[in-house]
Structure formats: C-alpha cells, structure tokens
C-alpha cells in the first residue's frame, strides 16, 4: 500500500512569491494535517483537514492557507512568502480524527531566497 | 511555547545500552504519541498511549504516562545503531490542536 506522498520534494522561490505544495494521504485516510519544521523550532502544527473541511489550525498568519479536496488529497498555500517560511513542510494522514496515528509523508523542503 | 517538551536535547550512548528520553507538557490531553525521524525527512510513527494509559510495550520500546505529573518517557532498550535518530512527542490536546515538542537527537555509538 502507498504511503502519505507529497510534491514536490524541493521547491525554490523568491520572497513575495506564492507556494504551493501538495499532500496524497493514503488511501482510506480522511484526515490531512500540514506541519512546519523550521531549524530550531521543532514540528509547529499548521493545519488540519478532516472530510474536507478544515477543523483546526495553529498560529499561523492567514497567508498560510489550504484546503482538501473531494478524494482527500490536500493543498497548502503559502502566499507572500517571507525568508522565514523556509522550512521542511511534513504532510501526514489518519484515518479519523482522535487517538489515530498519524503517517508521514517524506516532506517538502521549501527555500525562500 | 510548546506544549511538549523533550529532554535530553540530546543523548549519545554506547550500543547496546538503553536509552530513555522524557517529555513534559502543559494542558490536558486525549493521548500522547512518540515519532522518530531518520535524516529529517518524515517521521515514522512509534506508539500512541492514551491518557487512561499508565505504560505501554513495543518491541524494544516502552512508553510510561504520568498524568498528574504531565509527564512521558520513552525507553528504547538494547539500542542499535538504527536507533540513531530524532524522536519526538506529540500531544493530542483537548481543544483538538497536536503539539510537537523540538526532540531529542539520540546517537548510538558504535
């Protein structure tokens, strides 16, 4: 069975710039969550999509924006990208919403230069 | 400021030895999960122990929950060096938000 896929693996833009990453769950999965690991700080939670609706988000300023898709795929949106969003974004899915476990996909390494 | 916190930041031990690491938080939760991640990319999913929990196994792997102290450790015993990776805590909390702690960097030496 495929696990959590995200694309693309690397991405390279310029600050003000828009970002757009993408996240496959695996299948049967109906909750997606998006996380930032920026050096130093650790996993921050960023979103959390759950039937297609987002149910949670961290503390993020709202350029930080996403949504999922109808076969439960996801999007997250990173406009006005500042060099501080550089960051490795982790994509991961679970079946349901308490006490499920979580699977990771391998990430996206975002650089704003 | 995060809701979990590891320590050490970081443990070096020799093979074959075992390993413990600690998590602290701060609010209520519904269950609490361990994660390791090899080389920074993606993180594999270890053991989930609900807050009703007191301990559970996994392998070489045994996870304890302290609830009135807000507390959980991860033991990971005879260790390899496969071991060598970050492992993270991540609380489920009671207004649905999961929260990661920054890790602790484990380095089996050989």
């Known amino acids: 069975e495929a696990g959590v896929t995200q694309s693309p693996t690397h991405l390279i833009k310029t600050r003000g710039q828009q970002a757009t990453l993408r996240c496959s769950p695996i299948s049967g999965h109906t909750s997606v969550y998006w996380y930032q690991q920026a050096l130093g700080l650790g996993l921050q939670f960023l979103l959390w999509y759950d039937e297609g609706e987002e149910r949670n988000r961290g503390n993020f300023p709202p350029r930080f924006s996403g949504r999922q898709f109808p076969n439960y795929s996801s999007e997250l949106n990173v406009n006005a990208l500042e060099l501080e969003d550089s960051a490795l974004y982790l994509c991961a899915s679970s079946l349901g919403t308490y006490g499920y476990e979580q699977y990771f996909g391998p990430g996206t390494r975002l650089t704003v230069t | 400021s995060q809701q979990g916190e590891e320590d050490p930041q970081a443990l070096s031990i020799q093979e074959g030895e075992n390993a413990t690491m600690n998590c602290s938080y701060k609010?209520?939760?519904?269950?609490l999960q361990w994660y390791r991640q090899n080389s920074g990319r993606g993180l594999v999913h270890l053991i989930l122990i609900r807050s009703n929990e007191r301990e559970k196994h996994s392998g070489r792997l045994r996870v304890t929950l302290d609830t009135s102290k807000k507390s959980s450790s991860l033991l990971i015993t005879a260790s390899r060096a496969a071991d060598t990776a970050s492992y993270f805590c991540?609380?489920?909390?009671?207004?649905?938000?999961?929260?990661f702690g920054k890790g602790t960097r484990l380095h089996i030496l050989p």
């Open positions: 609010t209520s939760i519904n269950n």
């Open positions: 991540a609380t489920d909390a009671e207004d649905d938000k999961i929260i």
